[in-house]
């Protein structure tokens, strides 16, 4: 279980999150959606404690995260752009990473998986941005976490190492792990997501599966669900309709 209490976070004048109330419970995948600057990524790093919020409590399993690093062990994290030192070989980064954790990882499979085999002993800064995107995902799912939190996992992936990815996701829910999911692919959360959140504005929105979302809006696809959300909330197209 994640319980998010109340959340609150600003950048200088800019208030990101708003008294955020969110419980995840029970194994499955949680995508969260949202416009750019609705806080996705603000709620993520502060599960991760990357980011220190200015009031509220996160709870993940039975452990608050405040003040504590224990439950991270938890947790598998796939960012959207990882940065690594350039200089260090495919096998070392992999050797590091499970030296910080104190986990002995099951990478072999990962990397015959998405055809990794052959750049072990190149370098991070020779790597092209979808190569750089597989090493990541290994080292994301090489340990067996209770909790993956994944923020757009697709980016630069071929449609071969995409299709990948979304088979070992599925794997993953099927044994019985909490997923969190931000992505801007539709199709892939109309495919897995077990249950939306929708994020507008700094506070939570919509919480629901697919037809709940579906019945709320009248749209049958996911994308004009939430453009319609959009524009119901849009001041200037408010504006417009009523004059």
Known sequence: MIAIKNLEKSFGKNKVLKGVDL??????????????????TTIIKSILGMVLPDAGEIVVGAEGV??????????????????????????????????IRGQEGNEQPLIERFKLE?????????????TRQKVNIVLCFMFNSPYIILDEPT??????????????????????????????IMDIVEEMADEIVFLLEGKIFFKGSLQDMRDMTGEMKLERSIANILLRNDKQYQEVLTT
């Open 23 to 40: 419980e995840v419970k029970g194994q499955g995948i949680f995508a969260i959606l949202g416009p750019n600057g609705s806080g996705k």
């Open 66 to 99: 405040k003040g504590n690093w224990n439950y991270r062990k938890n947790i598998s994290y796939l960012p959207q752009i990882a940065h690594f030192p350039e200089n260090l070989k495919v096998k070392e980064l992999l050797r590091m990473v499970k030296d």
């Open 118 to 130: 052959g750049f072990m002993n190149s370098r991070l800064r020779n790597l092209s941005g979808g």
């Open 155 to 184: 980016s630069g992936l071929d449609p071969v190492a995409m299709i990948t990815l979304r088979e070992l996701i599925q794997e993953e829910r099927a044994k019985g792990k909490v997923i969190l999911l931000t992505t801007h």
